[in-house]
């Protein structure tokens, strides 16, 4: 029987009007968005309601469930654990820690252990006894880690064999009262050979999902690292709407390597992976001649970045087959790379180097209570922080909104005459924010036992009385087609000419130069010139060939072409050694030291400075003629 044309055309073009209204208005995207909020509030409001917001009741499923219990949980150098094994651990350390140590419900314990298979015990363990952990950077020496172990109220610190060395006898002096006790060998036989014996469940009771769950500190890229509450809420979210968003499979072994003392680590992967029952392995910590190897090794189908890591991966030379000299940057089974803090320069040559085919990048701040997120195979979406449609964009408008910045300040910019701030358009930059309840505490937990910089955070009448705002200090794109683009951090920023320079888009358009593996970007302060002058701290690519004379010539002629004149950098600073000199333990660019260092010579590097065809040293003599007003920049 002959088939009618208008019978294909008309399923084909409603076929295609739908993918066209799909492709306009991001519907599907904005369906999994919405469905992964539903998802997560539904469990939260449940376990609430069960007493089962403990996160420690998700891992005792699964390894009492017949289809996971012999799965596969955790892998780490070569050891693999079930789910099953991970709780028979848990129990055991948790009974070591009530019995020898005296851990109860309620008590803070501080972690200061690198990733391992250990960590992962020992947080557990925390957990299983109704106790809650506090993660200590293990980067942390003298008055930083005083000050964390100080905040977080612990009177036990459980201490990594590798970094022993950082509590010496004026550390342990100063936290007079608490127990460092260094997890050897012998300490962690004693811990295993304990009995697996599991605590009554009102041991675990929690009233609220708002109540914390653990204690995360902030990078201390701004001063001394603060302890942000994360709340039953936001593990339970975070890992709900990572195995939404990011299209985590029971199937899929996710590897990281980002330390497990950052949300990033703990909540967006270690905990998406529990609620989802997939495969964790971990690394030790982040190193460029391991990622690849330890990649391979587990057969990682998602890999998790944190700030610059793809950058430093793609700096490093090609891994050969030592057997055949095949190039082994294709050889993997990662479909998928996951995190935050991917710059633009590096997105797509990530993917097209590595042949990575998703990038799932995310915006959030452990102590904030919104985020976003974006997945992205093709260009259209490259780049991006965050993607929402048209219907997701009507729910969330009266909720979150991007502000202009009076850049004297530092905040919101007010009307004179009303007193309150103004939304900026479709495609301009302005400060993120996020309105709060009544009952601030249901969206914001802030920071433990600091009202100081929990106000910092909140704004008030902002666009009418009696309104509340969470301030995220970060400045974004939200542009008219959903997509939503990082700009800069307020502080970052800086103002030269009379006009406001990103550092984060300056610090793109250097990376782009061939011979630049990272630049840092910031502003420093000149005698006898008004706001800051532009400077960048830069790696060097030693195998581009160039001297660095010729490096500093063309680097001069690449940034005149592609920035706004305002926009150069004035001056360079040159750092030897690999990238990520300047990085906090979570890979985000420090700035501070860098612009308390400024531009007088004798610090690290070599300094130049912008002459009429290239970059010039710039020495004592240069800074003399600065310092005395001679010269005008």
């Known amino acids: 029987m002959p088939v009618s044309l208008a019978s294909v055309a008309a399923p084909a073009a409603a076929i295609a009007a739908a993918a066209y209204i799909n492709a306009k208005a991001s519907v599907w995207w904005d369906l999994n968005l919405i469905g992964g909020s539903l998802t997560s509030s539904a469990r939260f409001l449940y376990r609430q309601h069960a007493d089962r917001l403990n996160t420690f009741y998700i891992l005792e499923r699964w390894a ?154 902030t990078s201390g890229t701004t001063g001394l690292p603060k302890p942000a509450i994360v709340s039953w809420a936001k593990c339970i979210a975070g890992g709900t709407m990572g195995q939404s968003l990011i299209g985590m499979r029971n199937d899929d072994i996710v590897y990281t390597c980002m330390p497990l003392y950052h949300s990033s680590a703990a909540v967006i992967s270690f905990l998406t992976c529990l609620e989802t029952g997939t495969t964790q392995a971990i690394g030790r910590k982040f190193s460029t001649r391991t990622f690849w190897d330890e990649v391979r090794a587990c057969n990682a189908t998602i890999i998790q970045y944190v700030g610059e890591t793809l950058r430093y991966l793609l700096a490093t030379p090609s891994q050969l087959d030592p057997s055949t000299g095949e190039n082994l940057d294709h050889r993997h089974s990662v479909r998928m790379a996951f995190g935050n803090g991917l710059r633009p320069d590096v997105w797509a040559r990530f993917k097209d180097r590595f042949a990575i085919d998703t990038i799932a990048e995310l915006y959030a701040a452990t102590e904030g209570p919104f985020g976003t997120f974006n997945r992205s195979s093709n260009p259209y979406a490259e780049n991006a922080i965050g993607r929402f449609g048209t219907l997701y964009n009507a729910l969330i408008s009266r909720n979150v909104a991007l502000v202009a910045v009076d850049w004297d300040t530092n905040s919101p910019r007010r009307d004179p005459s009303t007193g309150f701030a103004t939304r900026v358009k479709p495609g301009e930059p302005g400060e993120a924010i996020f309105r709060l309840p009544a009952d601030i505490n249901t969206r914001f937990q802030g920071y433990y036992k600091n009202p100081q910089a929990n106000s910092s955070k909140i704004l008030r009448d902002l666009f009418q009385k009696g309104d509340a705002w969470y301030r995220t200090g970060d400045v974004l794109r939200w542009q008219s087609d959903g997509l939503v683009f990082f700009h800069d951090r307020i502080g970052d920023t800086y103002r030269w000419k009379s006009e406001n320079v990103s550092t984060a888009e300056v610090a793109q358009v250097l990376g782009l130069h061939p011979s630049v593996r990272e630049a840092n970007v910031y502003g420093v302060q000149l005698p006898h010139h008004d706001g800051r002058a532009g400077c960048a701290a830069l790696s060097i690519d030693p195998s581009s060939g160039e001297n660095e004379a010729a490096t500093m010539a063309s680097l001069a002629a690449f940034a005149r072409k592609s920035l706004p004149r305002y926009a150069v950098p004035l001056f360079l600073r040159v750092v030897d050694g690999e990238p990520g000199g300047h990085a906090t333990g979570t890979m985000k660019q420090q700035k501070m030291d860098l612009r308390k260092a400024g531009v007088r010579p004798g610090g690290e590097g070599r300094l130049y400075w912008l002459g009429e065809d290239a970059y010039v040293p710039f020495g004592e003599k240069e800074w003399r003629e600065l310092e005395g007003g001679r010269v005008k920049l």
């Open 64 to 217: 009492q469930s017949a289809s996971h219990a012999d799965k596969p949980f955790v892998l780490f150098e070569g050891r693999s654990w079930t789910f099953a094994q991970v709780y028979d651990k848990v129990l055991r350390y948790s009974t070591w820690l009530r019995l020898a140590h005296g851990v109860r419900p309620g008590h803070i314990v501080a972690m200061d252990l690198q990733n391992s298979d250990q960590y992962v015990f020992v947080w557990f363990a925390i957990w299983a006894l109704g106790a809650k952990p506090a993660c200590i950077n293990y980067n942390l020496q003298s008055k930083p880690l005083i000050h964390c172990i100080k905040a977080s109220d612990a009177k036990l610190c459980i201490i990594d064999t590798n970094v022993a060395s950082n509590f010496d006898d004026e550390v342990r002096q100063e936290l007079e009262g608490v127990t460092c006790l260094v997890f050897t060998p012998e300490v962690e036989i004693e811990a295993s050979a304990a009995e697996p014996l599991r605590v009554p469940d009102e041991d675990r009771s929690q009233k609220s999902y708002t109540e914390m769950a653990m204690l995360v500190f």
